[in-house]
Every structure is written in structure tokens, then in C-alpha cells.
């Protein structure tokens, strides 16, 4: 292949086939009209590669088991056992690998499963094209197109690469996946474009992944693959940074809390003891016993199987988890920015109203490709509604039928839309062509902006119109009311049409009447021209609209009693998205409306001032993909948590740099879901707001396991800064303290990642979104717990070697008295402000069993002669562990005491701002 022509072909794929004409493309890419041969086309497709986006593949399954590895926690675990190991205590350092070893079995079960789950969802279907090749019509994989090959296109073909159209006919091409906008755009070979066009006013191209919808054309291939304009949005998502979920923001900042906390307490205690005069060896072993106690071991299999729960209750609502933190994520955010079209919109365009001369607009019931519904008129309407829907039927390319047992449908969207409008007044389509045969027609084009058909209707013509209605009204002398056909008021009409643009409806206007003709074209294929259309009858408008996702208005209404802002950003008209925004609710006033050319022109003037026209916006119109890009990275230095929502490869920059990124399973390219943490398999937006509440379920679970490990590791720090500063012996060995922590207190919280919702997650206001893991209430409880488990624990132990306990003896009580505590901490933790007797035991069976489990297993360690040795371990009377659990249940009345306070408190504080302002 010439280097002249490689150079051609990338100044071609560099967006310059839309500024040449046809015969200049041919010559550009070395093609022809009977298209390449084949030896020429192997040869190009051994130099371009196949036509497809590459991607990479689900990660196998030792690549996932070692990413659950990369956790802040799992380095301090790591730092604790080399120091167990180095002072030759074996058992604490298996201990910690042992853990490590099931949190990253769990988490790599969990995540290799959801990743099956996403691949699973990709399209498994070979798409085809017919394709010219040796001067003849071949039907090829789209994977084998080239450069220079010509295609062949039809009304419903998906195009299989960018082309340049050379001949159409009446070509209408959905690019909704593309550039947001729902309606088809109309497409002409002819036109020579300036080199600078945006893309979606390249009337002569068509581009890979969207849908003709009309017409029959012919084009030659100008990109493939990666080279497309569908391929260049995949490409970008390289360089558009993804950002951290709140989660793991938040166990960042928390984890490098701990570290600092355990440094100092390790430094000062370990400083204080060789003061003292303690031994190296003793040191070290303090410094052991202090980070054994005061990092939360169990933190990352707890965490781990809380998402993983979470994560499997998200599955069971329709939504599948490509992440495991994504699970807490979506509870996190603050703002949803969700395209329109398929995601709070059907994407099916539908007749809602018709507009009668003289008449006010009536309602078309029902919605979606079913002639399910009526329309709502009084019976002195019925005729003209007759009328006009025998019209539609008549002026019309589409199908639509009962194909065994379902309803099928084929061609234009507003074809098809004015086909199911025309079977709720009882007209079908295949009994008007018997009675009125179709003879001519004037196909639609953009210059022209109407299409007509003539039949012939007993023994006469018949010209039925349909159209923009400034094309339209010029060919009417009349129009059809009740009176019968009278003159025309333009004005009237015109009213009309305008009460249902502004009410976002697409505006169709309907005429028909009789044509004269002489004899000899009665009997013939007539010459029907834009002449014959006059003195018509105008018989109503149609407006039409892609209706709304029937649960879309109350999963909104949700999300804003959840307290988050709900914006909408696509690539539409302003008119129609505004209309749209207002029925779902969070959009009123044209002042809450953003276009992209406002955008670009005050992103010139820097992030603020984008910031500003970002913050007061809640409907953001005729945007490109890359201004997507910009609101979400807005939104995010406002403060918010962002989710976005979406389904073509226009969200898919947007989706990878949002905080959390939900696609659509069914509708949603490729591209969008393999850019998202989330994908709803149903397309429901109201999957999104369970989602949202399984998220928060989630979250305060993690919150629950974390309360419970680091409260008891506090109180187990300060054990022994008490012990330390009164010159008592270590209270507890690090194996003791291993046991305690990954033993008998992991049971509990693994057992707590189960715990259900307490009720009301949607009535709650989101998190502000810099509140740290451990907030004013956690801070509180956490401190109330642990100093009285310290200092109740301090007493035991030294009143216990006052009155003649050994130290073995003594360590056994205090070891016992840890245990009872986290049993009831396990309870107490249950719910932040709710009384544990409101909170039945039987609603999480796992959590009690598993408190009952824990205190037997330690009763069992005290009488088995191997472990009890290597725990240090004494079997203990009845008395005895009645007495221990009497202190212990002090833990639970101080908890409902500070519980009472709290809700005493939050009754009296004024409500708290959700959102960042």
C-alpha cells in the first residue's frame, strides 16, 4: 500500500471526508464504483486491522486476588506481622497473614464474579454489512470493512463504520448513541461541507453505531475501528482520570489517622518503658501488643463482606456492582447528572397529542411501541380524528404489526409513532393499501421538510401531506372542523403549533385533498411534484414526544426526599429537555437551562466562572462529550459526589471520571458500560434509587464494623496506657490480644455486614461529602465506650492482683471481661441513636448466633489443653463469669443512656443542610 495513499486516508480520518465530494473520496481512497477488490481489500485490512473497538478483557483471576492486596489497612497489617515475625512470635504473624489471606479469597470470589456479570452483558452478535466488492453485493462481518470499501445501506441497519454517503435516498439516520439527540437526522450525499463542521451537522457522513432509520444509501467506508468517531470517545477515556470512590477517600484518610495515632502511642509508651529500664526485648514486644490492639485487624474481610452483601442485595434490585466500593458509592453522591434519552426517557418517540382546527389539543393515551390506549375526544370529534389518522397511515414508510403474537415495528420513528396513533382510532395501515394504492410520493427531504404520497381512492386522487407546518399551511385552503371544511385561519393554527412546541412536543402537521390530474396520469405513474399540492385540506397537527420512563417522575421524587440534586445533561433541544424536566420535577424556569455554546463560550473565561453557570443549572442542552466531561469535573470541585447515568458512547468520558458511573445493561453501548461502576441490567432509572438506599445500607454497616473494632481496640490501648503508667504488668499477651480481635470479635463484625436497614435510608440527607468516617456522634460513642471499657477493665485487673491473683490468673479474667464487652458492644452497635430493645434480635439471626458462637468459642478455648496453652488460657467458674458478665453489662446501659441524649439532641438541632451550596 503507497505511502501517498496512508497519508490520504489520515488526513480522511482526521475528520476531512465530510468537505469533499463523492467523486473526490473515490479518488482519495483509491476506490471505485464497483467498490475494491478483494486482494486489495486484504491487503487493507492487514494494515488497518479489524473494524472493532478493542477491549480489554475481564482481568483473570490472580490479577484480582492480588489487587485486594493494594489496601492502606493491609500495608499496617503487613508492617505489624514483620515486627511479629522479627521478635520470632510466629503465631501473631500467622495470625495476620491467615486474615489477609480469607479478606483477599472473599473480595477476589466477590469481584471475579462481578466482572463475569458485566462481560455477560455484552452484545455476543456478529454484526453484518453488505458491502461491494469485485462489482458485486457481498454480505461480510462489519469486522472485515476497510478504508475505500463501498457499503451498502437500508432503513434499520446499524452503520458499521464512519462513511461518506455518495447517493441517498431519503435517508434518515438515528444518532442518539452518538450525540444525545433522540430525533433522526436527515441526511444528504450531495452537500460539500465547510472542513470545521461539528459533527453533528455532517449532513453527508454517516458514523459508526448509529441506526438508519429511513431510506437506502450508498457510502464508502473513510474509518474504522479506533479511528471512528465512536472510537475516538472510547479512546479519550484513557486520559480522563477516574476518581476515587468515597469510600475509599474516606478509609484513606481514615487508615493515615491510624497510623499517625499508633506511631505516637508506640513512640511515647515504648519511651516511658525503657525509662524505666525495660529490655529491648520488652519494648518490642510492647510495640507489638500496641498495634496489635489499636489497628483493626478484621477491618478488611469486614469491610470486604459488607460491600460483597451489599453488592449481592444490589444484584437482586436490578443493578450489578463492577466494583466492589462502587457499592458504597452510589449511597455516597450528592448529585445524579443522567442523559436523557433511554435513561429517564423511553427513547421511543410517541404520539401524545393532536391539535383539531378549532379545537383544543387532545390527549393520546397510553405510550410506548403497543396500540395500548385511546384517545381522549368527544364523539363529535371522532370523524375528523378519523380523518386525520387515515392520513397518517397512508403518508408512511414504517411497519407496524402483529408478528406471532407480538407487536413488531420497522422504519422511521415518526413513521412508526403515527402508525401506533393510527391504530388506537381503529385505522391499520395493511387495509388502507387495498382501498387507497399508493401511485406516487414525494419522499422527505431536509430542504423540503415534508413528505407526500398519492393514492388513488375511488376513482380519484388523493394527496395526503404530512410535515413542519410553515411548508404545510401555505398548500391548504381549508381546514376540517365540525362544520365540515371551512377557510383556512392561518393564525389560529398557528397558535396551535406553537403551545406545543413550547410544551416540548415535535410538531407534525397533517393535510390532505384531492389532486387534479388529467386522464392519462389517472391511469399511470403520474409525475407528482411540489405543484400538485394545493388547495389541500389541513386536518390537525400530531405532537410527539420520547415519553418518560413511566417510574422515572417518582424514583426522582425519591432521590430529592434523599436530599440529592438530580440534573439532566444531553445532547438535545433546550425546549424539549426543559419540558421534560419540569413533568419529572427538578427543573422550572428557563434560567435552570445551560446550552453547550453557552458553556464554551464561559469556559473561556476560566473553572469559575463554569463553576458559577454550573451550580444554578439543572438542565444542560445541546452538549458534546467533552462538555459532559466538564460539568461532571465541575460539579466535583462544587463539592458534590457525582453520579452519572447514562447509555450511549456520548457518556462515556463522563462515566469514567464521575465518582460513581451507572450504564444501562440493555440499551447502553459497549463503551458506556465498560466506563461505568455500576450497570443496571433493567434500564430502569428507579434501580438507581435502590440502589442508592442499598448503598447507605452499606455504608452504615462499614460504619457499624468499624465503631465495633476500633472502639474495643481503643479501650485495649488505653488497658494498657493505664497498666504502663501505674508500673503494672502487660494486662494481655499479642496473641491474646490476636485472639480477642480476629477471633472472637471477627465473628461479630463479619456478622454485622449482614445487618439489615434500619428503615427511613431515603428520608435522610446524603453525608457531606468531606465528613470524615468517624463523624461528632461516632467520636463520641466510640470515646463514651472505650474509656469505660478501659477503665472498668483497669480496675478488674489491678483489684485482681491486689487480692492475690496471679498475673496468668489475672490476664485470663481481663481476656474474659474483653470478650463479654464486644458481646454486647456487637448489640449496642446495632443502630446509632435506636434502643436495642426497639431493634428485634431476631432480625439479623446471623449476628446473634454468631455473639453466642463467639462467647462459646472462648468458654471452649479455656478447657482445650492445646490452645489454651498457647492462648495463656484458665478455665473459670460460674460465679466468675456471672460476676464478669454483671461489668460487662454496664457497657449497655451507658450506651442506651448517651443513645437517649443523642435523640433528645437531634430532635432539638434545626434540620442539617444536604447539599454543598
Known amino acids: 500500500m503507497s505511502a501517498e495513499f496512508k497519508d490520504v486516508h489520515r488526513r480522511l480520518a482526521s475528520d476531512g471526508a465530510h468537505s469533499l465530494t463523492a467523486e473526490q473520496m473515490y479518488a482519495a481512497l483509491a476506490s471505485t464504483h464497483k467498490g475494491l477488490s478483494s486482494a486489495d481489500a486484504a491487503t487493507r485490512l492487514a ?28 500495608y499496617i497489617l503487613l508492617i505489624a506481622a514483620a515486627i511479629s515475625a522479627a521478635m520470632r512470635d510466629f503465631s ?51 469486522s472485515e470493512l476497510v478504508p475505500g470499501d463501498l457499503v451498502v445501506l437500508e432503513a434499520g441497519s446499524k452503520i458499521p463504520a464512519d462513511i461518506r454517503l455518495t447517493s441517498d435516498a431519503g435517508v434518515e439516520i438515528d444518532e442518539s448513541l452518538l450525540t444525545g439527540e433522540s430525533l433522526a437526522v436527515s441526511k444528504s450525499a450531495g452537500v460539500v461541507l465547510p472542513s470545521d463542521a461539528a459533527v453533528a451537522d ?81 519494648v518490642f514486644l510492647l510495640a507489638v501488643a500496641l498495634a496489635v490492639s489499636a489497628i483493626p485487624e478484621g477491618l478488611p474481610v469486614a469491610l470486604t463482606v ?38 429517564l426517557t423511553l427513547n421511543e418517540l410517541t404520539a401524545r397529542r393532536i391539535a383539531l382546527p378549532q379545537r383544543a389539543a387532545l390527549e393520546i393515551r397510553g405510550h410506548g411501541m403497543r396500540p395500548e390506549g385511546e384517545i381522549a375526544a368527544p364523539a363529535e370529534d371522532r370523524p375528523l380524528i378519523q380523518r386525520l389518522c387515515t392520513a397518517s397511515a397512508l403518508c408512511n414508510d414504517g411497519f407496524f404489526g402483529l408478528r406471532e403474537g407480538s407487536w413488531v415495528n420497522h422504519g422511521d420513528a415518526v413513521d412508526v409513532a403515527l ?31 415534508f413528505a407526500a404520497t398519492l393514492h388513488r381512492e375511488d376513482g380519484q386522487l388523493l394527496a395526503v401531506v404530512k410535515g413542519a407546518g410553515e411548508r404545510v399551511l401555505p398548500m391548504c385552503s381549508t381546514m376540517a372542523t365540525r362544520r365540515g371544511d371551512v377557510p383556512i385561519v392561518p393564525e389560529e393554527l398557528e397558535r396551535a403549533a406553537t403551545e406545543l412546541a413550547q410544551a416540548g412536543y415535535r410538531v407534525l402537521a397533517i393535510a390532505a385533498g384531492a389532486v387534479q390530474m388529467d386522464a392519462a396520469a389517472k391511469e399511470s405513474a403520474p409525475l407528482f411534484t411540489a405543484d400538485h399540492l394545493r388547495n389541500l385540506v389541513f386536518l390537525g397537527f400530531v405532537g410527539m414526544i420520547d415519553p418518560l420512563r413511566p417510574d422515572a417522575k417518582d424514583a426522582i421524587a425519591s432521590c430529592q426526599a434523599a436530599g440529592i440534586q438530580v440534573a439532566m445533561v444531553t445532547g438535545d433541544h433546550p425546549v424539549t429537555a426543559l419540558a421534560i424536566a419540569q413533568e419529572l420535577g427538578f427543573a422550572h424556569t428557563a434560567d435552570q437551562v445551560v446550552t453547550g455554546p453557552v458553556l464554551a463560550r464561559v469556559a473561556q473565561q476560566g473553572s469559575e466562572a463554569v463553576d458559577a453557570l454550573v451550580k444554578q443549572a439543572r438542565v444542560f442542552a445541546r452538549v458534546e462529550p467533552n462538555q459532559k ?65 442499598e448503598g447507605r445500607i452499606a455504608y452504615a454497616n462499614v460504619r457499624k464494623v468499624i465503631y465495633l473494632l476500633i472502639s474495643s481496640g481503643l479501650a485495649e490501648v488505653l488497658l494498657f496506657v493505664l497498666t504502663t503508667a501505674f508500673g503494672l504488668p502487660a494486662p494481655l499477651w499479642p496473641v491474646q490480644l490476636l485472639w480477642l480481635n480476629l477471633v472472637t470479635n471477627g465473628i461479630q463484625d463479619v456478622a454485622l455486614a449482614f445487618e439489615p436497614g434500619e428503615g427511613g435510608e431515603l428520608k ?34 489491678r ?119
Open 92 to 142: 501473631d504473624a500467622g495470625f495476620i497473614f491467615a486474615v489477609l489471606l480469607v479478606n483477599a479469597l472473599i473480595g477476589s470470589i466477590q469481584e471475579y464474579g462481578a466482572e463475569r456479570s458485566a462481560e455477560a452483558l455484552r452484545a455476543l452478535t456478529l454484526a453484518r454489512a453488505y458491502v461491494v466488492r469485485d462489482g458485486e453485493d457481498q454480505e461480510l462481518p462489519a
Open 419 to 449: 402508525l401506533v396513533m393510527a391504530h388506537k382510532a381503529g385505522v391499520q395501515h395493511a387495509a388502507l393499501e387495498g382501498s387507497h394504492p399508493r401511485i406516487a410520493e414525494i419522499p422527505f427531504e431536509p430542504e423540503h421538510r
Open 629 to 693: 466531561l466538564q460539568i461532571v469535573q465541575s460539579l466535583t470541585r462544587l463539592g458534590h459526589f457525582v453520579a452519572v447515568t447514562g447509555d450511549g458512547a456520548n457518556d462515556a468520558p463522563a462515566l469514567r471520571a464521575a465518582h460513581i458511573g451507572v450504564a444501562m445493561g440493555e440499551r447502553g453501548t459497549d463503551v458506556a458500560r465498560e466506563s461505568a461502576d455500576l450497570i443496571l441490567t433493567d434500564d430502569h432509572f428507579a434501580s438507581i434509587v435502590a440502589g442508592v438506599e
Open 202 to 282: 455532517r449532513k453527508n457522513m454517516a458514523f459508526a453505531g448509529t441506526l438508519m432509520t429511513r431510506g437506502r444509501a450508498l457510502g464508502v467506508v473513510v474509518s474504522t475501528g479506533l479511528r471512528t468517531q465512536i472510537g475516538k470517545i472510547a479512546a479519550s477515556l484513557g486520559s480522563a482520570d477516574a476518581t476515587k470512590p468515597p469510600l475509599l477517600v474516606r478509609m484513606d484518610r481514615f487508615t493515615h489517622r491510624i497510623a499517625i495515632a499508633v506511631g505516637v502511642a508506640v513512640l511515647l509508651l515504648g519511651g516511658v518503658s525503657v525509662a524505666r529500664g525495660s529490655s529491648v526485648g520488652e
Open 799 to 917: 483489684w485482681m492482683l491486689d487480692h492475690g491473683w496471679s498475673v496468668p490468673q489475672a490476664q485470663n479474667g481481663v481476656l474474659l471481661l474483653l470478650v463479654l464487652f464486644e458481646n454486647i458492644q456487637a448489640g449496642n452497635i446495632r443502630s446509632e441513636t435506636a434502643s436495642l430493645f426497639t431493634l428485634g434480635p431476631l432480625r439479623n439471626r446471623l449476628l446473634l448466633f454468631g455473639t453466642l458462637t463467639a462467647q462459646a468459642l472462648h468458654i471452649a478455648a479455656m478447657h482445650l489443653p492445646g490452645l489454651r496453652d498457647v492462648l495463656h488460657l484458665q478455665p473459670i467458674s460460674l460465679s466468675q463469669w456471672l460476676v464478669t458478665l454483671a461489668l460487662a453489662l454496664s457497657l449497655f446501659a451507658v450506651s442506651e443512656l448517651h443513645k437517649l441524649l443523642l435523640r433528645r439532641r437531634e430532635a432539638a438541632a434545626p434540620t442539617p443542610r444536604s447539599t454543598p451550596r
Open 306 to 343: 459488607a460491600l460483597s452483601i451489599g453488592a449481592r442485595r444490589m444484584g437482586q434490585r436490578k443493578v450489578i456492582a463492577r466494583r466492589l466500593v462502587a457499592v458504597e458509592s452510589l449511597g455516597s453522591c450528592t448529585f445524579i447528572a443522567s442523559d436523557k434519552t433511554g435513561t
Open 764 to 797: 435522610r440527607p446524603p453525608r457531606p461529602p468531606k465528613e470524615p468516617i468517624f463523624n461528632r456522634i461516632m467520636v463520641e460513642r466510640t470515646a463514651v465506650s472505650a474509656v469505660l471499657m478501659a477503665l472498668i477493665a483497669f480496675t478488674a485487673y
Open 47 to 74: 494494515e488497518y486491522g479489524p473494524n472493532e473497538l478493542p477491549h480489554d478483557p475481564p482481568p483473570g483471576v490472580w490479577v484480582v486476588f492480588v489487587r485486594q492486596f493494594r489496601n492502606p489497612l493491609v
